[in-house]
């Protein structure tokens, strides 16, 4: 008999949605016996949105529009507003999650959202006790306090050493704290397919042997990106570039328009971000945790900005960077000139390639490891029989799993 899953998630930044619906598509390739459902929690509380009762517009949209004009300068000032509403709406909240796992009990609660979890934990504990709660956290690290780790969270998977530290400094221990080799991306950026890179540039109106970098901000484009391109073409670099320019219409257009001394092939929104990555040296865009890691799953050396803008859990990411050599950190893409002179250095370049190269991310096909774990975890515990869960990921079983589905084929050079 098959066991039900139930994913939370909400659709503030994109990356919640594409951790769900990810994970729920490996879950079911493999045949699992888990019923996967996803639940997306800004519709299950959009009566309690006194935002939306103000305005019309969701909270989740309101943050999405400001990543989109790019106000998150502010966002510092703005989070603890936000967590005071969550925790004026707790009780409201709880009940509304009871009523909810009540008409729709589940056997694993799944939680890839930040603010939220202690409400979801104690819905849960006080409708279905058997049912083990996992938080898994999709920032490098978590951004303290009351943002992805509480002191009431049952299990954590963690991406980081840094978050995985976290975790333990609140309170929770080995047994309940489960390490992951990186952030969840979706399973495509695993289906590397062979493509000959030189004929595919050419396609694009692309040199086949010139130094190409990606730049990259989301779903909605940013206007940053036309002032990179900008300062680069004013500077002596030796390369072209590859504009993404997401939903953001009038962003493509202007995009097109550009004059430069290099090639520029610009495109509008698109599912395969991953063929345009393989087909470049070098990425440029925000510190975001799925950005940062598609691109080093392409070997892609990075350059990032991090200043008063950054939203506040997007900053450890810039210092990971540097920590990990992955690639060059800018307090401001003006300085974009410098930063792509200093990645592109021969002996650094090859230094940052051999580390983004190093770096292996498999979690996507670790995460049903542990939750197969957690379930045996919480069995086990229920019976009187303790038995340990892994802190390390399952690295092996993960690779077989990745292999079985057959999404582990190598891109062509």
């Not at 333990?168 to 000959?196: E, Q, W």
């Not at 995009?255 to 395969?272: E, N, P, W, Y």
Request: glycine share 6%; hydrophobic share 40%; with cysteine.
């Amino acid at each position: 008999m098959d066991r039900r899953i139930t994913i939370v998630f909400f659709e503030a930044g994109g990356g919640h949605r594409s951790a769900a619906e990810a994970l729920k598509a490996v879950l079911e390739s493999q045949q699992r016996p888990w019923q996967v459902e996803l639940l997306n929690l800004q519709e299950l509380l959009d009566r309690l949105d006194v935002l939306k009762k103000l305005t019309g517009l969701r909270i989740q949209d309101g943050y999405n529009l400001i990543l989109r004009k790019g106000w998150t300068r502010l966002t510092p000032q703005l989070l603890p507003v936000l967590q005071s509403v969550v925790r004026v709406y707790h009780r409201p909240t709880v009940k509304v999650l009871i009523e909810h796992w009540r008409a729709h009990p589940t056997n694993l609660v799944l939680s890839v959202i930040p603010h939220f979890n202690r409400a979801m934990v104690e819905s849960v504990r006080k409708t279905m006790p058997a049912t083990p709660f996992v938080t898994l956290i999709t920032d490098l690290a978590d951004y303290p306090p009351h943002f992805w780790i509480e002191k009431e969270s049952e299990y954590l998977i963690c991406g980081s050493e840094k978050a995985e530290q976290q975790a333990f400094s609140c309170g929770h221990d080995r047994d309940h704290v489960l390490l992951a080799s990186g952030m969840i991306m979706r399973p495509k950026f695993y289906a590397k397919k062979t493509i000959n890179r030189a004929e595919e540039r050419k396609k694009l109106g692309l040199d086949p042997t010139k130094t190409t970098g990606i730049v990259l901000f989301g779903g909605h484009g940013s206007s940053a990106i036309l002032n990179i391109a900008k300062c680069l073409n004013a500077g002596k670099a030796n390369l072209q570039l590859i504009l993404m320019c997401g939903k953001n219409q009038k962003l493509l257009a202007a995009a097109q328009k550009l004059k430069t001394r290099f090639a520029i092939h610009a495109v509008g929104f698109t599912q395969d971000v991953d063929y345009y990555m393989a087909l470049s040296d070098f990425f440029i865009g925000k510190p975001g945790p799925g950005s940062i890691s598609e691109a080093l799953q392409f070997n892609l050396p990075v350059i990032v900005e991090c200043n008063g803008r950054t939203l506040p859990q997007e900053r450890y990411n810039a210092q990971w960077i540097t920590e990990k050599k992955l690639g060059v950190v800018l307090t401001s893409f003006n300085k974009i000139d410098d930063g792509v002179e200093k990645l592109l250095l021969p002996t650094a370049f090859a230094e940052y390639r051999a580390n983004a190269s190093a770096y292996k991310n498999n979690a996507l096909y670790e995460i049903p490891e542990f939750l197969e774990q957690v379930a045996a975890h919480r069995s086990a515990n229920a019976s009187g029989s303790p038995l340990p869960v892994e802190g390390k990921p399952a690295l092996q079983r993960a690779a077989r799993a990745s292999l079985t589905s057959g999404l582990q084929l190598d891109w062509g050079t």
